[in-house]
């Protein structure tokens, strides 16, 4: 069975901080990843996704993450937080025909 | 491309009506669509899978006679919830595939329901 933690439920940065939102992964066959991002009243919109190859996935507005087996990882990084970025960050397996979301990590971004 | 209409955005309903909330995928066949309900500040939870022309697969603890999904046609999903109570007050997000894995999910833009 597949499960996703996400380590730390709120994470608040400066502007043009490095943002880090952490993402463990369980699952008993190579994985599919995914990074979905949630603004208040909105629905999920995928920032980027791992499935094979490249273990480094560049997905949309500056937002990258890497798989890392050995650590059972796939944690979401961007160089330089923006005041646009704030909203909630939902990692997730894919399972048998299905996402396992993470419980979310709300990234506050402050002046 | 892969873009998923949900329809209405929000909603107000009396106790002890109905209400339905439509999914369409606007660009591709999804083989399968979702259906889930997300309280504040909480993940989304999964209330059951659809198929084109089957019986929805609920999730325990979900009440299939309460909350009945009809997926008539390769593009559109609906929900119904049925004598809605203010307890049902919830945002409800549909999501569609085209084949699942690593072909990835599309999500609607959730639909906010308050019964009052």
């Known amino acids: 069975a597949q499960s996703v933690t996400q380590l730390g439920s709120h994470v608040s940065v400066s502007e043009g901080a490095l943002v880090l939102l952490r993402c463990n992964y369980s699952?008993?066959?190579?994985?599919?990843l995914f990074w979905y991002v949630q603004y208040p009243n909105q629905g999920l919109q995928l920032l980027l996704k791992y499935t094979t190859g490249a273990t480094l996935v560049k997905g949309i507005n500056g937002f990258e993450a890497e798989f890392k087996k050995s650590e059972t990882s796939f944690h979401l990084t961007k160089p330089s937080a923006h005041m646009s970025d704030a909203a909630e960050y939902f990692c997730a397996v894919a399972g048998y025909n299905k996402l396992i979301f993470g419980a979310g990590t709300r990234l506050a971004v402050h002046p | 491309g892969a873009v998923v209409s949900q329809h209405p955005s929000w909603v107000i309903c009396k106790s002890g009506t109905s209400v339905k909330i439509e999914c369409r995928s606007l660009?591709?066949?999804?083989?399968?669509m979702f259906w889930y309900r997300q309280f504040p500040k909480q993940s989304l939870m999964l209330m059951a899978t659809s198929n084109e022309g089957s019986k929805a697969t609920y999730e325990q603890g979900v009440e299939k006679d309460k909350f009945l999904i009809n997926h008539a046609s390769l593009t559109l999903s609906t929900l119904t919830v049925t004598s809605a109570h203010p307890e049902d007050s919830s945002f409800y997000i549909c999501?569609?595939?085209w084949g699942g894995g690593k072909d990835g999910y599309t999500f609607g833009s959730g639909t906010r329901l308050t019964v009052v």
């Open positions: 699952s008993s066959v190579p994985p599919y």
């Open positions: 660009d591709f066949q999804a083989t399968t």
């Open positions: 999501s569609a595939t």
